[in-house]
């Protein structure tokens, strides 16, 4: 699986190659990509956090564009129900805040930087709305994954 969530498979590896077929096997004509490997990072060495900026999509492109930042996911957070819709969770009756998931590599990008755009991206003062948007769904919100995490967004 790549970073955007779609399917892969690996049909060939050299020195300094990887092709993938990324095409759905139901999708009729297959389609293969030479690939070439610009670093490898071992997935234990990266980090995950999650931000609530208001609504999900604007904060989400700008983390996709810092350096170092691997992918990005958008979803929910906070709220009582499991898997609700988007209807539900703008209603205001799940609890949940619309977030943007980062996952880095901290050795090529701070949790600082991170903190910084995210800081540079809302208005912390503004209650439960961000621009146009409104609705405690676009509350801001850190969500830390580990205490060195929370320990830096607290200063």
């Known amino acids: 699986m790549l970073s955007n969530g779609l399917p892969a498979k690996v049909t ?4 300094d190659h990887i092709t993938l077929d990324l095409n759905h096997e139901l999708a009729g004509k297959h389609l293969t990509f030479d690939v070439t490997l610009l670093t490898l990072t071992p997935a ?5 956090v999650a931000f609530g900026a208001g609504c999900f999509w604007g904060p989400e492109l700008a983390f996709m564009r810092v350096p170092g930042v691997i992918s990005t996911e958008v979803g929910y957070s906070q709220g009582h129900v499991k898997e609700p819709s ?13 977030v943007v998931q980062v996952t880095y590599d901290p050795n090529q990008v701070t949790f600082r930087d991170l903190l910084n755009e995210f800081w540079g991206r809302h208005d912390p003062t503004s209650l439960n709305k961000q621009g146009n948007d409104v609705g405690t769904q676009y509350r801001a919100g850190i969500y830390t994954h580990t205490p060195e995490q929370m320990e830096e967004a607290r200063k």
């Open 12 to 15: 060939a590896i050299t020195d």
């Open 44 to 48: 234990d060495s990266l980090q995950k």
């Open 86 to 98: 988007y209807e539900q969770v703008c209603s205001g009756s799940t609890g949940h805040a619309e």
